[in-house]
C-alpha cells in the first residue's frame, strides 16, 4: 500500500550524515597529528561517529532515490524519473571529477592523473544509474526489486574479502579507480553501492508498508533489533556458519566485519530518528537535509581547495589544537549551510544546463 505521506525522517537522517561528514573532514585535515590519541574516549567517539558517516550516507541515498522511484509509479512518471534518475547519477559523476580539477595546474603544463581517483559524489552517481538499470530489468516489479536487492547487497559484503586488495594494473586508471584504491580512490563501488542496494530495499519496505496503522511501531523496532543484532552478533552468526560449510570467506568477513557492523549502526540511526521524527523535523534541520549537494560542493571547495589548489588544507594543514579545531568545525559547518542556503544554486544550476545541452543536441 504506498502513501503520499512525506518521510521527513530521511531528510533528518541526511543533515546528520552532511554534519558529521563537514565536521569530520575539518577535524580530520587540520586537527594536529600530535592529539589523535586512539586511548582518549573524546577522540574515540569522534572516531566512532565518523566511521558511521559514509554508510549513512550512502544507506539513506539509496533509501529516498529508490523510494521516490518506485513511488512513480503512482503518477504515471516512471519513465521520466528513470531519466532524470539517470542524469542525476551522471550529474553526480561530472561534479566528483569537476572537483578534482587543477585548473591552474593544467595552465602551467602540469598535468597528472590525480583526477581521475573516485570520491563519493562518482560512487553515489554510479550507484544511483545502476539502480535505475536494476529497476528497468526487473520489469518495474517492486517485489522483485526489493529481493534483488537485498540480495546483492549481502553479496557485495559477503564477498569483501576476494576484492579488498584487488589490484587492476591492465586496466585503464578511469575505470579501475572505482574497483580498486591503488591510485588515490577514496570510496570505490564496491563495497559502497551495498549500503545503497540496503537503503533501496528498505525503500520497498515503506512503499508497501507505510500506510498500515502499525508500520511505524514495527519498523522502528525492525530498524533497533536487526540493527542490534548485526552490531552484536553478525561476525558470531557467520563464524557459526563457517564450521557448519568450512566455507573460508565466511571466516575472513567475520575477522574483519566493518560492513554488516556498519549497517547495524545505520539501521540503530535510522530507527531513532524515526522514532522521533517530529520533534526533529524542524525547517532548519529538513532545510540541510535538502541542501547536501551544495553544501558537499562548497564544503569541499573551501577545504580542499578545489580549482585553485589553496584551501585549509594548504593553508592551515594539520596545526590546529583541539579547542581551535572543535570551534573552527562549527563556524565552518555554519559557514557553509549559510552559503549554501542563501547563495549556491548547484542544482539547479546544472539541471539547467544539461537540459540546454540535451535541447541543443536533440534540435540538431
Not at 538499470?133 to 526487473?138: A, G, K, M, P
Not at 517492486?142 to 587492476?168: A, N, Q
Not at 496503522?213 to 557467520?238: D, E, H, P, R
Not at 556458519?241 to 565466511?250: F, V
Request: hydrophobic share 50%; aromatic share 18%; proline share 2%.
Amino acid at each position: 500500500m504506498s502513501t503520499t505521506k512525506r518521510l521527513y525522517f530521511i531528510d533528518a537522517v541526511r543533515a546528520f550524515a552532511i554534519l558529521m561528514m563537514l565536521q569530520g573532514h575539518f577535524i580530520d585535515t587540520l586537527l594536529d597529528v600530535s592529539y589523535r590519541d586512539e586511548s582518549n574516549i573524546v577522540f574515540q567517539i569522534w572516531e566512532y561517529f565518523r566511521g558511521i558517516t559514509a554508510p549513512t550516507f550512502f544507506t539513506i541515498s539509496g533509501l529516498i532515490f529508490s523510494y521516490l522511484l518506485i513511488k512513480a509509479k503512482h503518477t504515471g512518471t516512471t519513465e521520466q524519473r528513470m531519466r532524470k534518475g539517470l542524469l542525476r547519477g551522471l550529474m553526480l559523476i561530472g561534479i566528483g571529477y569537476l572537483l578534482r580539477i587543477p585548473i591552474f595546474e593544467w595552465l602551467f603544463g602540469k598535468f597528472s592523473t590525480y583526477f581521475l581517483v573516485v570520491d563519493v559524489l562518482q560512487c553515489i552517481g554510479l550507484s544511483l544509474i545502476l539502480i535505475v538499470c536494476i529497476y528497468h530489468l526487473t520489469f518495474k516489479k517492486t517485489l522483485i526489486f526489493s529481493i534483488l536487492t537485498l540480495l546483492l547487497g549481502i553479496l557485495i559484503f559477503l564477498t569483501e574479502p576476494l576484492y579488498r586488495y584487488l589490484d587492476l594494473p591492465n586496466i585503464p586508471k578511469l575505470f579501475s579507480n572505482y574497483l580498486t584504491k591503488d591510485y588515490g580512490s577514496i570510496f570505490n563501488i564496491i563495497p559502497w553501492f551495498g549500503y545503497i542496494c540496503f537503503g533501496a530495499f528498505i525503500s520497498t519496505i515503506f512503499y508497501r508498508y507505510l500506510g498500515r496503522s502499525k508500520f511505524k511501531t514495527a519498523i522502528v523496532a525492525g530498524f533497533f533489533i536487526v540493527g542490534i543484532l548485526l552490531i552484536l552478533k553478525s561476525s558470531y552468526v557467520l563464524m557459526k556458519l563457517y564450521y557448519l560449510t568450512d566455507i573460508q570467506l565466511l571466516k575472513d568477513v567475520a575477522w574483519y566485519n566493518y560492513l554488516f557492523t556498519r549497517l547495524g549502526n545505520v539501521l540503530v540511526l535510522f530507527g531513532i530518528f524515526y522514532l522521533f521524527e517530529k520533534y526533529i523535523s524542524q525547517p532548519l534541520i529538513l532545510k540541510i537535509g535538502q541542501k547536501t549537494l551544495s553544501i558537499y560542493v562548497i564544503h569541499f571547495i573551501i577545504i580542499y581547495g578545489s580549482f585553485t589548489g589553496i584551501g585549509l588544507h594548504q593553508l592551515i594543514g594539520k596545526t590546529l589544537l583541539p579547542w581551535q579545531a572543535i570551534i573552527g568545525a562549527i563556524i565552518f559547518l555554519t559557514t557553509v549551510c549559510f552559503i549554501s542556503f542563501y547563495y549556491a544554486k548547484t542544482n539547479m544550476f546544472i539541471y539547467s544546463g544539461i537540459r540546454k545541452l540535451i535541447n541543443k543536441i536533440k534540435s540538431r
